[in-house]
């Protein structure tokens, strides 16, 4: 029933980004961006597409009146489980565990919300998106932009190129398709991270795993070992773009 890439996710999850109710922090900033377009989660009920570890849905969940997480990572599941529970929203939440293709559901919900997801790949993909929705429709997207002065010359010596992921621009074209009026905005945001040399190689191999590329054990660990601190911690800065875009039904 699943994604072949499923496990890569599930692999992903442990060291996969998770809910901070950190001031300032980026997804904050983007609810607060989807705030001051009118649409407003009190009281309403969410679908969350590609939930992962529920670092938007949780912030949702704060007032929605029911929300239901969907992703195809049972591991990424897990983990928004653990923390809806620590804060106290179990009882808000229906979890989900399977694609967005395949999710079938009589069901209507007042907002569909979908951060960074690989769910959306056709025109298909979206309608569901749109017809499953009674209020709003909220998409935060990839938008062309992806930079990493780690993955970049990983990448490159391996002969292939660091992309974005597809996102935005192919929901533009489907809404002006179908002469929907939507709202967007472009927003980049640049991160320093400093993390273990094991995280950071796992997570090289990782990139490079769902990428179909075989890796270049060698050359890795020389890159990673010419840039490890002495403490064995690795620091390195991202830079993506992605595209806020919402559409009333």
């Not at 056709?122 to 932009?145: I, M, P, Q, S």
């Not at 179908?178 to 640049?190: K, P």
Request: proline share 3%.
């Amino acid at each position: 029933m699943f994604n072949s890439t499923s496990h890569l996710w599930d692999k992903k999850a442990q060291h996969y980004e998770r809910f901070s109710n950190r001031e300032g922090s980026f997804q904050k900033k983007i609810l607060t961006k989807v705030t001051e377009r009118g649409i407003i989660f009190q009281n309403k009920n969410v679908l969350d597409v590609g939930c992962g570890t529920g670092m938007y849905t949780l912030h949702i969940a704060k007032n929605a009146l029911q929300v239901t997480a969907l992703d195809f990572s049972e591991q990424m599941l897990n983990i928004l489980k653990e923390d809806a529970k620590e804060e106290g929203l179990l009882s808000k939440f229906t979890f989900t565990c399977n694609t967005w293709d395949h999710f079938n559901t009589n069901e209507h919900f007042d907002i569909l919300f979908s951060s960074m997801s690989p769910a959306f790949k056709n025109d298909l993909d979206f309608l569901k998106f749109h017809t499953l929705a009674r209020e709003y429709c909220v998409y935060l997207g990839w938008a062309g932009k992806r930079e990493s002065t780690l993955l970049d010359p990983i990448f490159k010596g391996h002969e292939i190129p660091l992309k974005a992921p597809p996102g935005a621009e192919k929901l533009k074209i489907w809404l002006d398709a179908n002469a929907l009026d939507y709202c967007s905005e472009y927003i980049e945001e640049t991160r320093l991270h400093v993390k273990p040399y094991d995280e950071v190689l796992e997570s090289v191999l990782w990139h490079l795993e769902i990428n179909h590329a075989t890796p270049n054990m060698e050359q890795i660990q020389h890159f990673l070992s010419s840039i490890a601190h002495s403490n064995n911690t690795i620091t390195f800065q991202t830079t993506i773009g992605v595209e806020l875009i919402s559409w009333k039904k």
